[in-house]
């Protein structure tokens, strides 16, 4: 294990200690996390208190139609798939603190797994995020944040998501969607400055790191690096409408065995639309669109890799709360990606698209889907891929503090060619499951 990440041994214990007793549940498996919740389930408190503690847990029955994919073993894809039963536990804890001139957040998610045909409880995955960010004078704000994950599944970051971190946001682990069994580390950090120029105009600069420790090096999988620097300039054109200009460097070793390093400089412009529908919702939408230059370093001649490639990147995003209970969301991504576990960095197009609100007082329903495409980024051979998932969920409250959690998934993904495909994971997998449990959310403190 490497001399970087042992110096992160001591931080990363004592949030282990916590993750065993209260986690957040992971947010593939929970209610969603829109602003509003139930008039019954989790009504506890003041919805406007500055301190919140929040403890939950999630114990499900689950079903899946591939438990090799559950149970994250390599698999011979000639094999025949498993169907079988098994319990989930997912425990959790989120904590806010907000102020006027500061937030502070720490969250996690861990799931444990038992299944009866092993007699065996498997640690799936745990994950921790702490953070804060404060005003430092009139017009300066920092934020900072870090993450830390034991065996997250990386390959749910081929999906878009929310590019925007708040104050304790936790690394995406995704434990229904596990490919193989290979223990790993991840933590990252994120550090951004923002200034007001003036009142309608503000720049900022960020960096962001992440690493990757496999316990288990092999030839072609070494631990993985990758870290970048932003620079962006904002400008409120008109009350509802600003407009966004960026530059984006990053770097990463995600290529043949950690020996080639990939970098990347990207341009874009955009906008961002906000427009309040009433007292209490607002559409916000946004869109981004540039251009990035690829370069490699440290490959052999041998491997006859180009020098330099230009590809259009491009982003955009909708929110539209269409009624006061419910709310749609969808994100599209192009653009290059540093996937942990891949073996090489790829490019692609990912769009995600989520829907989910209240029937009634007690009812709550979520639906959610993505799809992404996309191929290596340093080779012309055939080695693209394809992923897709779905999922329907219904919660019904049966206090305000606990529910009935029911939830549906469809996961697929084909890796053609072989200098993609994760390390231990089959190229192509299939799988449908069901989860049926109970939810608790118990608001341990309002402040």
């Known amino acids: 294990m490497s ?40 009504a506890q408190g003041t919805p406007n208190s500055p301190q919140t503690l929040d403890v939950s847990a999630l114990f499900l029955e689950a079903y899946d139609d591939n438990l090799f994919a559950t149970l994250g073993g390599t698999v011979d894809p000639r094999s025949r798939a ?9 425990p959790g804890i989120t904590y806010r603190l907000k102020h006027p001139h500061y937030q502070v957040g720490v969250t996690g998610a861990s799931a444990l797994g038992y299944y009866p045909d092993l ?44 590019p925007e971190v708040s104050p304790g946001d936790p690394m995406p682990d995704a434990p229904n969607y596990a490919v193989n069994d290979v223990e790993s580390y991840s933590h990252g950090t994120t550090a951004t400055l923002s200034y007001d120029l003036t009142t309608r105009a503000a720049a900022s600069v960020g960096g962001n790191f992440r690493f990757t420790d496999y316990t288990h090096e092999t030839q072609v999988q070494q631990d993985q690096t990758s870290k970048g620097f932003d620079g962006e300039f904002s400008y409120q054109r008109t009350r509802n409408l600003g407009l966004l200009f960026s530059y984006h460097y990053s770097t990463g070793n995600l290529a043949y065995g950690g020996s080639v390093d990939t970098d990347e400089h990207r341009l874009s412009g955009g906008f961002s639309y906000s427009r309040a529908l009433s007292a209490t919702r607002r559409m916000n939408i946004s869109f981004n669109f540039g251009t990035s230059a690829v370069s490699t370093s440290g490959a052999p001649p041998s491997l006859q890799l180009p020098d330099r490639l230009y590809r259009a990147s491009a982003d955009a995003s909708v929110e539209y709360p269409f009624v006061r209970s419910w709310r749609t969301t969808a994100s599209y991504r192009r653009g290059l990606e540093f996937v942990p576990g891949l073996l090489q960095p790829v ?29 290596s980024a340093l080779t012309t051979a055939a080695s693209q891929y394809d992923t897709y998932h779905g999922s329907a969920r219904l919660q019904y409250a049966l206090t305000n ?23 231990g994971a089959p190229q192509r997998l299939e799988r449908n499951g069901v989860r049926i449990g109970l939810r608790l959310l118990v608001p341990a403190f309002r402040g």
């Open 401 to 423: 503090s606990t529910a009935v959690h029911i939830e549906y998934l469809y996961y697929f993904y084909d890796f053609v060619g072989n200098v993609l495909v994760v390390s």
């Open 82 to 90: 498993a169907s079988g039963f098994y319990t989930m536990f997912l």
């Open 119 to 162: 007699d065996a409880v498997r640690s799936i995955s745990h994950n921790l995020g702490a953070g804060f960010s404060a005003q430092v004078g009139r017009k300066t704000t920092v934020l900072l944040n870090q993450t830390a994950a034991y065996s997250p599944s990386y390959l749910y970051g081929l999906f878009p998501g929310s």
């Open 3 to 42: 001399s970087m990440f042992d110096r992160s041994i001591p931080w990363f214990v004592s949030g282990a200690l916590l993750l065993t007793t209260c986690m957040p549940v992971a947010a593939q498996t929970t209610a969603s996390a829109r602003p509003f919740r139930g008039a019954l389930f989790g």
């Open 347 to 375: 490019y692609g197009n990912g769009v995600s698209a989520a829907l989910d609100g209240l029937l009634n007082r007690r009812v709550e329903i979520g639906v959610a889907g993505g799809f992404s495409q996309g191929r």
